[in-house]
């Protein structure tokens, strides 16, 4: 009896270390699944996020080309002006001043009307 009964141990803890290992399998393959998934989110996001980066880039180039261009147009205007305050003749300054600052002389008259067109 004694020998049966060491059988039947053997037997039940056989059983239960079976269970407890498809237990574990199904546990380890239920973790790897989202794992997986949640890999392969991140990755699509991040394919998002360069792209939208890479956009963001040529429209941030597109603008410096710009800004290159009206810097280099500001600096031939600056040097086609004479170099010196004394050879500056009466119509340039006024140009200047009308232009840039928006000065006016004091004769000159500014009509304004308050109706829209």
Known sequence: MHIRDLKERRNMKNTTEKSSKKKLNFWFKFTMFFVIIFF???IIKMNIQIND?????????????????SIEKIKA????LPNSVEELDEETIKKIANEK?????SDVI????SQPN
């Open 40 to 42: 392969f989110v991140a």
């Open 110 to 113: 500014i009509f304004a009307t």
């Open 101 to 105: 600052l928006d000065l006016r002389d």
């Open 77 to 80: 205007e600056i040097d086609s």
């Open 53 to 69: 980066m890479k956009a963001e880039l040529k429209v941030a180039e597109s603008e410096f080309q710009q800004r290159q261009l």
